[in-house]
């Protein structure tokens, strides 16, 4: 790839940092990836990462497209930035992180979101925000710091996502985009601000989050400093950038009305796309990176990290993978009876459930680590489509399905989808996907105006599966098992959080309370 007028599009991942450079005359593109950190949980529940591991990360997958790609670098004429939303990374006055950040399936605020919810009305902060008060909203994991890490607290003044970071870090201007705003459950969307009211009745000062840019929004110039270390001109836009999976919607060509992206990451999302702002209680709510397009968002909490948790598990390699779908292809659908519940960061859409826990459910003797690997790959389309469920039942026609991100490369995870789905499931396997999306905002935004289209990229890779229609048959089955698991088990969570903390279980706690009435859809 040489010439051209190129832009960059950097995606902080939940393992890695991938960087891709787009042409905007040809379309043509290229990639690199860092493998550059790891989502830490210390305790039941937690999830965190390093910033500053973003930032090496960027800096490595940058100098990798130039030393290993053969990307002039000195082309470049346009940044943007996505990642994770929305992640909570804490400021001091000199812009460094206070501490690790809270990342956005983090499920330690039970006792926090109990609170919000006994001090502030439930509908309040749907009707403005356009989400039901869940683990994912930053406001309870705001009072944690606050409670359990004073010393920390003390030195905030600034709260930032995951790609406003690293875009504040090219720049050194920090400021939220706009989908981070409106899924942190603090921003009123009707109004375009912030909810002072629910901020100042927790004594939270609004001016910890800043303003707010939009995706093509150009934020400042590339400083100096990371010019240097990226190996990049000084002075190129760099703009706001985009949630990731908002960025991975674009490019996959959501742009309809109906049209629904199932999105294998580190965590799972299913985006839905309207042209008006619609809300649901049990999902959530984005703006697209389309004008007069909205996306409603459902987000499981682990999804590729429990693929990853479960492989690291078996100490698998990539080769063992590649073996191990092999072996897991032969089972045949339904996983000869073995049933995953994928709750292992508690969940968040549709159940918005932090306490939630993982099961794993039919184990016998004869079941192996394929059975074992098959049943969590279903188990995530299970969840897919717990959410088609929900939309359709709120009367929202689901039109065509596609599949991106890094689960998509799998043949057996995308057939187990259109199995599961009992639809044609349009997947792009060699898709980039949010680098890709925030690389064409950043050439739109700096006034690059490419030649290609998002939808001429994006077609060539295009391979699309159709459900077996006796597969399906078999999954109906495993589904309805599925949706149980959560239902029969939901009263039991009190008592399993209780063993996490053995000193908070009751030295009688008399019987179990049955299961009836512990329902939730």
Request: charged share 20%.
């Amino acid at each position: 790839m040489t010439g051209g007028r190129l832009a960059l599009g950097i995606d902080i991942g939940t393992t890695a940092v991938k960087a891709l450079v787009l042409n905007a005359d040809t379309g043509t593109f290229a990639t690199a990836t860092a493998d550059s950190h790891q989502l830490r949980s210390l305790h039941a529940g937690w999830a965190e990462e390093d910033p500053a591991d973003w930032v090496r990360g960027a800096v490595q997958a940058v100098r990798r497209l130039g030393a290993d790609a053969g990307v002039p670098l000195s082309d470049i004429g346009a940044i943007g930035v996505s990642g994770m939303v929305p992640a909570v990374v804490a400021l001091d006055a000199s812009r460094r992180p206070v501490r690790l950040s809270i990342q956005q399936n983090d499920a330690r605020t039970v006792a926090e979101l109990a609170s919000i919810g006994q001090a502030w009305p439930a509908d309040s902060i749907f009707d403005r925000a356009g989400s039901t008060l869940n683990q994912q909203h930053v406001l309870p994991k705001l009072l944690w710091l606050r409670a359990h890490e004073p010393g920390s607290w003390a030195r905030i003044t600034c709260v930032v996502g995951s790609y406003d970071y690293v875009r504040g870090w090219l720049t050194g201007h920090y400021a939220v985009e706009r989908n981070w705003a409106v899924e942190s459950g603090l921003y009123d969307v009707r109004r375009g601000a912030w909810m002072d009211d629910l901020l100042r009745a927790f004594d939270i000062n609004a001016d910890l989050l800043g303003g707010t840019v939009d995706p093509w929004d150009i934020t400042g110039m590339l400083q100096p400093e990371a010019a240097a270390a990226l190996g990049l001109v000084p002075s190129i836009p760099v703009l706001a950038g985009s949630a990731d999976h908002v960025a991975s919607a674009l490019a996959c060509g959501v742009a309809e009305p109906g049209d629904t992206l199932i999105k294998f990451g580190g965590a799972g999302d299913l985006l839905y796309c309207t042209d008006r702002p619609v809300f649901h209680p049990d999902l959530y709510f984005d703006y697209h990176d389309l004008p007069g397009r909205y996306l409603l968002n459902g987000c499981m909490a682990a999804s590729g990290s429990l693929v990853r948790w479960l492989l690291d598990r078996f100490g698998a390699t990539e080769a063992d993978t590649s073996e191990l779908s092999k072996a897991a292809a032969a089972i045949g659908p339904g996983s000869d009876g073995l049933v995953v519940l994928p709750y292992f960061l508690g969940e968040k859409t549709p159940v918005l459930d932090p306490a939630a826990r993982g099961v794993i459910f039919g184990l016998l003797l004869h079941h192996g680590d394929a059975h074992l690997f098959r049943a969590v790959l279903e188990s995530v389309v299970y969840g897919f489509r717990h959410h088609i469920d929900v939309l359709e039942s709120a009367g929202h026609r689901v039109g065509t399905v596609l599949a991106g991100n890094g689960g998509a490369r799998s043949p057996l995870w995308r057939q187990i989808a259109a199995d599961v789905l009992g639809r044609p499931v349009t997947a792009f396997p060699a898709h980039p996907g949010s680098a890709l999306g925030v690389a064409y905002l950043a050439a739109q935004g700096a006034g690059l105006n490419p030649r290609c289209t998002i939808e001429s990229i994006t077609a060539a890779d295009a391979v699309v599966h159709r459900p077996d229609a006796q597969a399906h048959r078999v999954y109906d089955t495993g589904y309805q098992i599925y949706r149980e698991l959560y239902r029969s088990t939901r009263h039991l969570l009190p008592l399993a959080a209780a063993l996490s903390e053995p000193e908070a279980v009751p030295t009688s706690s008399g019987p179990v309370p049955p299961a009836e009435g512990a329902t939730h859809d």
